[in-house]
């Protein structure tokens, strides 16, 4: 897979911001705002000049990464060196500083590294990695998206109700009220037929089927002025299976990962909308939502 290191820069256009910057330096600036994504609550800054305790000589470093104690101060040295491999003598070089500064160290690239630079960033305990555009082939063996497969199981609403009076009477003014149960009169003092129904009905099966509950009456209700002696319950429970699919609005565009494994991480368009620079360099929180475009 070939990806050239400039293509960070694009991402650096559309989420922090569309200017004409040296070579490199975009590079560098969306390393800070990855790292403040990494480490909230800490300070990050872009291109700082830091002497160490009792020194004299003055470093450029490219991020810096302050937070509280007991968390070491670290620094970033970033190379984006298209599709050249970084050697061993910009390791080496780095790790002066970092001596210097007594440090933590990271050194990023938008490429790889030769084996001589690898051995000796293990040997001095300097963290490396790459930071680059996420591809389609980023996606193998992470989730993309979680399919949600729903089952319930629903009864029937209205259920059907039968009230059984005494052969001969008069029942059109029971059927006149019964169009719908939640629409039934008050049988009882307080208490409503739908109230009955949904009492005999309980705590229904969870499984599909026809169901029947019925009651007694005595002495008998009365509905419509027509006294019902048992009132019978019939209803259906049906399964129902929904899918549901749920995916991320946000946009997968960088991978940021450490050769020894310890980091791997995909950098997102909502990730990076949250974050701008302050005239010093220092990463903080955007005002707004973001870049919109």
């Given at each position: 897979?070939?990806?050239?290191?400039g293509?960070?820069?694009i991402?650096y256009d559309?989420?922090?911001?569309a200017e004409?910057?040296?070579?490199?330096t975009k590079?560098?600036r969306?390393?800070a705002?990855?790292?403040?994504?990494?480490?909230?609550?800490?300070?990050?800054?872009?291109?700082?000049?830091?002497r160490?305790?009792?020194?004299?000589?003055?470093h450029?470093?490219?991020?810096?990464?302050?937070?509280?104690?007991?968390?070491?101060?670290?620094?970033?040295?970033?190379k984006?060196?298209?599709?050249?491999?970084?050697?061993?003598?910009?390791?080496?070089?780095?790790?002066?500083?970092?001596?210097?500064?007594?440090?933590?160290a990271?050194?990023?690239?938008?490429s790889?590294?030769?084996?001589a630079?690898?051995?000796?960033?293990?040997?001095?305990?300097?963290?490396?990695?790459t930071?680059?555009?996420?591809?389609?082939?980023d996606?193998e063996?992470?989730?993309?998206?979680?399919?949600?497969?729903?089952?319930?199981?629903?009864?029937e609403?209205?259920?059907?109700v039968?009230?059984?009076?005494?052969?001969?009477?008069?029942?059109?003014?029971v059927?006149?009220?019964?169009?719908?149960?939640?629409?039934?009169?008050?049988?009882?003092?307080?208490?409503?037929?739908?109230?009955?129904v949904?009492?005999?009905i309980?705590?229904?099966?969870?499984?599909?089927?026809?169901?029947?509950?019925?009651?007694s009456?005595?002495p008998?209700?009365?509905v419509?002025?027509?006294?019902?002696?048992r009132?019978?319950?019939?209803?259906?429970?049906?399964?129902v299976?929904?899918?549901?699919?749920v995916?991320?609005?946000?946009?997968?565009?960088?991978?940021?990962?450490?050769?020894?494994?310890?980091?791997?991480?995909?950098i997102?368009?909502?990730?990076?909308?949250?974050f701008?620079f302050?005239e010093?360099?220092?990463?903080?929180a955007?005002?707004?939502?973001g870049?919109?475009?």
């Amino acid at each position: 897979m070939s990806v050239h290191a400039g293509s960070v820069d694009i991402v650096y256009d559309r989420y922090i911001a569309a200017e004409k910057l040296k070579h490199g330096t975009k590079f560098e600036r969306v390393a800070a705002v990855v790292f403040q994504i990494l480490n909230e609550g800490v300070e990050v800054r872009h291109d700082v000049r830091l002497r160490g305790d009792g020194k004299d000589t003055t470093h450029q470093i490219d991020v810096s990464v302050r937070g509280q104690e007991p968390r070491r101060h670290l620094v970033i040295e970033c190379k984006d060196k298209d599709t050249a491999a970084v050697g061993l003598g910009t390791v080496r070089d780095f790790n002066g500083a970092v001596i210097q500064l007594d440090a933590d160290a990271f050194l990023l690239a938008s490429s790889r590294f030769t084996k001589a630079a690898r051995t000796y960033a293990n040997d001095e305990r300097i963290q490396i990695g790459t930071m680059r555009p996420f591809t389609d082939e980023d996606w193998e063996g992470r989730i993309r998206k979680v399919v949600l497969t729903i089952s319930a199981f629903v009864r029937e609403d209205p259920p059907r109700v039968e009230l059984q009076v005494t052969e001969g009477t008069d029942v059109s003014q029971v059927s006149a009220g019964l169009i719908h149960v939640s629409e039934s009169p008050e049988i009882e003092s307080g208490r409503t037929l739908h109230s009955l129904v949904e009492d005999l009905i309980g705590a229904w099966p969870m499984r599909e089927g026809e169901y029947e509950a019925s009651q007694s009456c005595d002495p008998p209700l009365t509905v419509g002025g027509t006294p019902v002696h048992r009132v019978v319950v019939r209803y259906r429970v049906t399964a129902v299976t929904t899918t549901v699919e749920v995916e991320s609005d946000a946009v997968p565009e960088l991978l940021i990962r450490t050769l020894d494994g310890t980091l791997d991480r995909v950098i997102t368009s909502s990730d990076l909308k949250r974050f701008t620079f302050d005239e010093s360099g220092k990463v903080i929180a955007r005002a707004t939502g973001g870049s919109d475009s």
